[in-house]
């Protein structure tokens, strides 16, 4: 066998069937995640945000007094993980709790002037990763894209 043979016929070896896979919708919703996910972790790194993080403090930016309770509804976060990291924003200056104007027994979240901004930078910055991540698609797929993807998860559960 010649070299050039040889060659060939290890990359033909190196070739993965993943046609079924690819059939699956959880397989490329989870491939595409992972595609933008991993530019977000390293784009967000100097603003020092993971995922769960950002969406916190972009759900109390554009909605000023949300609950705790508000948020893990939102974010599909259990109570005792979101304190945590509520009390870590804080620490950072980015949050700061103030009495609900109608519930008495609750705190409502807001950006302090440093959390503010900091995340008119993150979320212009999140909007340029996804735009090169999505670079491939046209505008109008990618309307399409999150209509279809929100018409998944925002559906009532699916019956295990």
């Known amino acids: 066998m010649r070299k050039n043979e040889k060659s060939t016929s290890a990359k033909q070896d190196d070739v993965i069937d993943t046609s079924y ?3 699956l919708m959880g397989y490329n919703a989870r ?4 595609t933008i996910i991993g530019v977000f972790l390293k784009r967000m790194a100097a603003y020092e ?11 109390v930016m554009h909605n000023p007094g949300i609950t705790s309770r508000q948020l893990c509804t939102a974010l599909g976060i259990l109570p005792p ?3 945590g990291m509520v009390s870590q924003l804080e620490k950072r200056g980015l949050i700061s709790r103030e009495p609900h104007p109608s519930d008495g027994r609750a ?7 440093k959390g503010k901004h900091l995340m008119e930078q993150a979320e212009v910055t999140a909007k340029e990763l996804e735009m ?10 990618r309307k399409t894209l999150i209509r279809l993807l929100q018409k998944i998860y925002l559906q009532a559960p699916i019956a295990g």
């Open 21 to 23: 896979l690819e059939t």
């Open 31 to 34: 491939r595409a995640a992972l």
């Open 49 to 59: 945000l993971r995922p769960v993080d950002f969406s916190v403090l972009s759900l």
């Open 81 to 83: 993980n979101l304190v």
């Open 107 to 113: 705190m409502g979240l807001h950006l302090t002037s």
């Open 132 to 141: 090169a991540a999505t670079d491939k698609l046209t505008s109008s797929e």
